[in-house]
């Protein structure tokens, strides 16, 4: 099924409030407040998704972990199908990328 733009940037908000049920185990935060989510692609034909993410460190250990609970957390949105996450490391994350509640959170100014 083809959807509108309109109809497209829905699901990828949908998306978004999904991959915020994801919480990084280390931090308790979940990955969208944490600014590991760069970018969503969501194609409108064929339902596939791609989350491009980073990680807080290059050798992160929860780097399954994390993929796992997203492919869990994608589930529950129906128009996704055949979800894929690419691990990108540029731009380099860092803490500024956080949103303003979790750096509250975190105790970071």
């Known amino acids: 099924m083809a959807y509108t733009e309109t109809e ?6 949908r998306v978004l409030a999904a991959l915020e049920t ?3 185990p280390e931090l308790g935060i979940d990955i969208v407040n944490l600014g590991l ?3 969503v692609e969501f194609d409108g034909e064929s339902g596939h998704t791609v989350i491009k993410m980073t ?4 050798g992160c250990p929860l780097a399954d972990v994390l ?3 997203i492919h869990e957390a ?3 949105v129906p ?5 894929e996450v690419k691990l990108v490391w540029y731009p380099a994350w860092t803490t500024d990328k956080m949103s ?8 970071i100014r």
């Open 100 to 107: 303003r509640y979790a750096r509250i959170a975190l105790g």
């Open 55 to 58: 990680l807080t460190t290059m």
């Open 74 to 76: 994608l589930a529950d």
């Open 67 to 69: 993929t796992e609970s």
């Open 37 to 39: 989510v760069y970018e």
């Open 22 to 24: 994801v919480i990084d």
């Open 8 to 13: 497209v940037e829905a699901i990828k908000e």
């Open 79 to 83: 128009e996704v199908s055949n979800p």
